[in-house]
C-alpha cells in the first residue's frame, strides 16, 4: 500500500523526501497503540503485565506524544534539511 499511496502522492506534487519520512514515521505508530502489533509486546501484553485497556489508553497518549514531535520540531527541521 505504501507504494500505491507514495504514487499518488507524487502524482499530486507532495515533496519526495518529505513523503517518505511521513509514511515511514506513521508506520512506527502501530508499535504503541495496539497489543499485538510487534514482538516485545507478547510478553508484556501475553503475561498480564498491562491490561488492554491501559494499553489502548497509554497507546493512544504516546501517539499524540509522537504525533505533536513530528508535526511540530519534525517539520521545522525538515524544512531546515530542504525536505520541503
Do not use: D, E
Not at 55 to 82: C, D, E, N, Q
Amino acid at each position: 500500500m505504501v507504494a500505491a499511496f507514495f504514487a499518488v502522492a507524487l502524482g499530486a506534487g507532495a515533496p519526495a523526501m518529505l513523503t517518505i519520512a511521513i509514511f515511514a514515521y506513521f508506520s512506527n505508530l502501530c508499535a504503541c497503540t495496539t497489543n499485538y502489533s510487534t514482538g516485545p509486546v507478547v510478553i508484556y501484553f501475553g503475561l498480564g503485565y498491562v491490561s488492554p485497556q491501559q494499553w489502548f489508553a497509554k497507546g493512544f497518549l504516546i501517539s499524540l506524544f509522537h504525533l505533536v514531535i513530528w508535526f511540530g520540531t519534525g517539520l521545522i527541521w525538515w524544512r531546515m534539511l530542504g525536505w520541503w
